[in-house]
């Protein structure tokens, strides 16, 4: 008799994913123990996964499959902050988690990985890329040459991570690279920004209410601000962080994506590529800075200390601060400026978007106060932490006279749905297993975002910084807010 599978419970989801396996490249870093395996582990304890399903962990350190799993059940109790931990849910999941030690460079490791995957009785294989990035071409090179990228009757996936690239042409060699052995269909590449419920939601807000769209336009939108601040700073990260920097970090990938989400037309379907289409265009409607406008419309700053960290070379030039003016040339946004930043070290961890809509055409009753954070006709998407949506507005205080204050009407995801929200990697991992890429990035957007600040890096890497140029726990340089004044504006401080 057929054992009925403890990780599914076939009443309480629709969504389940099929019998597969995943392989995950660079198991042994960061990601693997911070995301992806509390993510897999989540969707088990959530009776999402087929009993069988299959985890290979790869990288060059030699391990058994015993210590690699104590290791990943380390993470899990980690790091899965709120599910608890079930020893027996553990038990039976762990059956399936193997590791196989080798060099990416090494071809006898995918013929290793080929038996391994074989073994687990799976033909629907999903490959992780989580390595360094110097690494993903050899991978997929080792993956082709061991026709381990197709398979007769079954699916053969690539999960590519950020960053994608380290500018156009880098980005470009790799998407040609990659279609040589994985076709685009099967290629996810991954935002984890896109995979955040509050930024899913933009899409529900927006087309799904009637109400908005016809005030989502240049007409009555005046300005767009969109704020992704940490508070920590590299955190052991320096080696990678000081050649990336914010601007490539988190504008090219995350924030773009979000600004697109937020300013794409409504697609006629809600389906993967029809969706796609949509933000890729929007992306191609950003306009290019000329070179002489790239100081007027972008800002880069490096906290005081960041020089002095681990791995970090005492004369870096790295942004860990980034803002930038974009324009978008098209009929539903010319005009509309959409100032974006990004950096570590401001004062507080906050995403989100400030949509900010033109006063009323008369002020009857006086202004409201002009300071950014309590001027009226102001919607905010909260992306984190506070998961929500505030509208600003001004309302007639009690009493004599008609004197009016601004007040906030507020919704709150933790008090509105009282659940827990499924973290981005548990939403994008069960997608890629389901074959829906609508959440990741194709090919197209990847490179037409690399092109949107390809000027601005250009710029950036001819220049000499005065280093650095704003305090641990402020909210940036001045010429952030310099680039603002010059139009009469001021960013609004979270
Ligand atoms: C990552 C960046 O992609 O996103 C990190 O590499 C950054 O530098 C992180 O800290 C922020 O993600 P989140 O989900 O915490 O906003």
């Not at 004369?315 to 400026?337: I, L």
């Not at 297993?433 to 092109?451: C, F, H, I, N, P």
């Amino acid at each position: 008799m057929a054992t009925a599978n403890p990780f599914s419970d076939p009443l309480r989801f629709e969504r389940r994913v099929p019998e597969c396996a995943i392989v995950i490249f660079g198991a042994n870093g960061d990601l693997t123990k911070r995301k992806l395996l509390p993510a897999l582990y989540r969707l088990a304890h959530d009776r999402r996964l087929p009993e069988s399903f299959a985890i290979v962990g790869n990288s060059r350190t030699a391990m058994t499959d015993e210590a690699f799993r104590e290791r990943m059940c380390d993470s899990v109790k980690q790091f899965s902050e709120d599910t608890e931990f079930d020893p027996a849910l553990w038990d039976r999941f762990s059956r399936n988690i193997h590791y196989v030690a080798g060099d990416m460079n090494d071809p006898a490791l995918y013929t290793a990985l080929a038996a391994k995957a074989e073994a687990t009785g799976q033909k629907n294989m999903l490959f992780y890329l989580s390595t360094q990035p110097s690494y993903y071409g050899t991978v997929v090179d080792g993956l082709g040459q061991a026709g381990l990228n197709r398979c007769e009757g079954g699916w053969r996936r690539i999960i590519v991570e950020k960053p994608f690239g380290h500018d156009l042409s880098s980005a470009h060699a790799l998407n040609q690279h990659l279609q040589q052995v994985f076709p685009e269909r099967e290629t996810y590449r991954i935002d984890h920004y896109l995979g955040k419920e509050t930024v899913q939601n933009i899409f529900g807000f927006r087309f799904g209410n009637g109400i908005f769209e016809p005030l989502w336009n240049r007409r009555y939108i005046s300005q767009i601000q969109i704020t992704a601040a940490e508070s920590i700073g590299v955190e052991g990260r320096g080696a990678y962080y000081q050649e990336a920097g914010a601007l490539r970090d988190m504008i090219q990938n995350h924030l773009l994506q979000v600004m697109a989400t937020i300013a794409m037309e409504p697609s006629a379907v809600f389906e993967s590529d029809a969706v796609r289409d949509e933000r890729a265009k929007l992306l191609r409607s950003i306009r290019i800075m000329k070179p002489e406008d790239v100081p007027r419309y972008s800002v880069a700053g490096q906290y005081k200390g960041f020089r002095e960290e681990e791995g970090v070379n005492p004369q870096a030039q790295t942004d860990t601060y980034a803002a930038a003016t974009f324009y978008v040339d098209n009929w539903r946004w010319a005009g509309v400026p959409f100032f974006i930043r990004s950096g570590k070290k401001l004062p507080k961890r906050v995403t989100d978007i400030a949509i900010q809509f033109k006063a009323a055409p008369l002020a009857l009753f006086g202004e409201g106060s002009g300071e950014p954070n309590t001027r009226p006709n102001l919607l905010i998407l909260r992306i984190q932490p506070e998961e929500g949506i505030s509208l600003r507005f001004l309302s007639k205080e009690p009493g004599e006279g008609m004197r009016l204050r601004p007040v906030s009407m507020d919704f709150n995801y933790g008090t509105s749905f009282g659940e827990r929200s499924p973290s981005a990697y548990e939403t994008l991992l069960m997608d890629a297993m389901q074959g829906d890429a609508t959440l990741y990035t194709r090919q197209d957007m990847v490179e037409a975002s690399w092109k949107v600040i390809q000027p601005i890096l250009e710029d950036w890497g001819n220049r000499k910084f005065t280093f650095p140029n704003y305090e641990p726990g402020s909210w940036g340089p001045a010429e952030a807010d310099a680039m603002l004044g010059r139009l009469g504006l001021k960013w609004r401080n979270s």
